[in-house]
């Protein structure tokens, strides 16, 4: 997906130009924090709830993550398994498998 396809116009309530305007910039805000996030991120982080996993991918990784080595592993290691684990780690593979460490919160 193209990152101007996620960009989600504002709703509006009214034809104010300055309403507008200020909800449009706090949603381009909003945009701006989350790319420079995913820009300044060190490693992919996975994310482990009561509901299952989630994996935050490099921005590299990002137009095809299928292709991603860390991905393809924790589809092997991790669907289907309640591990147990909650919170943020950072993951990479170590003598290929995941290998995992807690990030402080």
């Known amino acids: 997906m193209k990152t101007s396809e996620k960009i989600k116009t504002p709703t509006l309530c009214n034809d104010d130009p300055v309403l507008v305007s200020h909800a ?3 949603e381009m805000s909003s945009e701006v924090a ?3 996030e995913a820009l300044h991120q060190d490693g992919h982080i996975v994310i482990f709830t009561e509901d299952g996993w989630s994996i935050q991918h490099l921005v590299e990784c990002r137009p095809d993550m299928t292709k ?3 991905h393809k592993r924790a589809q092997i290691e991790l ?3 309640d591990t147990g684990l909650r ?3 950072k993951v990479s593979m170590l003598d290929g498998v995941l290998d ?3 990030i402080d919160e």
């Open 24 to 26: 449009f910039l706090n």
């Open 34 to 36: 989350k790319l420079e």
């Open 68 to 70: 991603c080595e860390i």
């Open 79 to 81: 669907v289907g398994v």
């Open 87 to 89: 919170g943020s780690f």
């Open 100 to 102: 995992l460490e807690k």
